[in-house]
C-alpha cells in the first residue's frame, strides 16, 4: 500500500502543476478535467494513506501529524488552484504548501518507519 500511496501523491503533484499550466496558457476546459482528475488523487491520497493507518498494530502521535499534514497539503493545492482561477494572491498558501510538503516528506521518508524498499 506504500507504493499505491507515494504513487498516488506524485501523480497528484504532477496533476497540480499540469493544472497550472493549463491555467495560465488560458485552457479553461482541459483545466477543468484536470482539477476533478486531481480531486479524485486527493480521494486516492487520503484513502491509501488510510488503508497504510489501518494496517498498523499502534499508531503515534507522529502517524497522526503526519496523516494531517498530509491533509494540509492537499487543501493548500486545491486553495492555490481555486485561487488562481478566481485572479487572487496566492503566495501564502503557496509558503505553505511547501512548507507542509516538505515537512511530510520528511516525516514519511525520515521519521516514520514503514517504507518503499521493503
Ligand atoms: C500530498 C499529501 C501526502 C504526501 C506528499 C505524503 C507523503 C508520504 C511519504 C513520503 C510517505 C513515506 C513513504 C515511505 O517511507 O516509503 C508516506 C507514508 C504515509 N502516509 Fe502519506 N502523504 C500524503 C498524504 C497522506 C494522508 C492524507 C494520509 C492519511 C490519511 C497519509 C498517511 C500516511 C501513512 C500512515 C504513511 C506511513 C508512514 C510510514 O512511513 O511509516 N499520507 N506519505
Known sequence: MI???IT????????FFIAL??????????LKV???ILR?????IIGTGIWILSSLN???MLYILKSLL?????GFMEMIIVRSVKGKKTTTFWLLFVVTLILVLYL???RLPLTFMT
Open 108 to 110: 514519511g521518508f525520515v
Open 40 to 44: 479524485l488523487f486527493y480521494l486516492l
Open 34 to 36: 484536470v482539477q476533478m
Open 70 to 74: 498530509g491533509v494540509a497539503v492537499i
Open 8 to 15: 498516488t501523491w506524485v501523480l497528484a503533484l504532477v496533476l
Open 3 to 5: 507504493h499505491a500511496h
Open 21 to 30: 499550466g493549463l491555467h495560465k496558457s488560458g485552457k479553461a476546459r482541459g
Open 58 to 60: 499502534s499508531i503515534s
